[in-house]
């Protein structure tokens, strides 16, 4: 049995259709029994669990042969990251009261970056889970590329793409969500010992300006980049309802100077095959959907 948490977003989902599609047996991991209704539909077994409940955890872990811990993401977090620290204390607990044979983590790049930001979350949660006496496989995905979705209306609009990453033609790892849960299909089934780390990223590295590209193309109209100057950030973040956002603004410094990175080490590096243009188009229709529905 495959226990799966955050089954209902896009990783877990695909993660889950690979697997049932492979025939192996799927528990669905969710808060609200209604949400798991389509996958018990499929097959799967539904449990009932909180992220932040350790009971609950457990229950919905016993008896799997693999977990696959997918942990809510806190874009504006609490200084010191006490959203995280509860997540994390919960699901070691889980894992402690009900082992399963392997575990696979959803972790990310920069989980080892040298400085604090937004993604040390996901550095807390390995340093956690490391500790606990079965095999886990900590999955580092790199920047999605989804994360376009918040540009789709401004480049249908005014045909901009206004990037915070930047300089506008420096390529960085991304990696689609749909390679991210085909990825951790094949990890959960492979058996190993200790802890193992694996990289991911697309099959070429993205830029602002090959982001704009294709969006061009989709559109069929011209999109330029639009640099948003760091001073600007702080501002921005704040209109927006964030209340801390020195974490986000130290996680586009990262990218941006280089220290959240990948390292080179090909032993450990996996590649996914979809393209930025692919994931373009689709969010480019999906948005065209919703408009006229």
Request: aromatic share 6%.
């Amino acid at each position: 049995m495959y226990a799966i948490t955050g089954i209902t977003g896009k990783v877990g989902g695909t993660l889950a259709a690979a697997l049932l599609a492979e025939g192996q047996p799927v528990r669905a991991v969710v808060r609200d029994r209604a949400k798991g209704e389509a996958w018990a539909a499929k097959g799967c077994e539904v449990a009932l669990a909180e992220m932040e409940d350790a009971a609950s955890l457990a229950k919905a872990f016993a008896g799997a042969e693999a977990v696959f811990i997918l942990p809510p993401s806190e874009f504006d977090p609490a200084p010191d990251f006490p959203e995280a620290h509860r997540v994390i204390d919960a699901v070691r607990t889980a894992l402690l009261q009900a082992p399963p044979a392997r575990a696979v983590c959803l972790s990310t790049i920069g989980a080892d970056a040298p400085h604090e930001n937004l993604l040390t979350q996901r550095t807390l949660l390995e340093q956690a889970l490391s500790a606990i006496d079965i095999p886990v496989t900590f999955l580092r995905p790199a920047w999605f590329m989804e994360n376009a979705a918040w540009d789709v209306a401004a480049a249908r609009n005014d045909g901009v793409l206004r990037s915070f990453l930047q300089p506008a033609d420096r390529a960085i790892s991304m990696v689609s969500t749909r390679d991210v849960g085909r990825a951790a299909a094949d990890l959960m089934q492979q058996k190993w010992s200790g802890i193992r780390i694996v990289e991911l990223e697309g099959p070429r590295r993205v830029s602002p300006n090959d982001i704009a590209s294709a969006f061009a193309a989709a559109l069929g109209r011209p999109v330029r980049v639009e640099i948003v100057a760091r001073p600007l950030w702080e501002g921005i973040f704040r209109a927006q309802g964030t209340r801390n956002p020195e974490p986000r603004i130290r996680m586009l410094d990262g990218f941006n100077e280089g220290w959240i990175a990948f390292r080179g080490d090909s032993s450990n590096l996996m590649k996914g095959t979809t393209p930025i243009a692919e994931v373009i188009a689709a969010l480019v229709a999906d948005a065209a959907a919703n408009k006229a529905a």
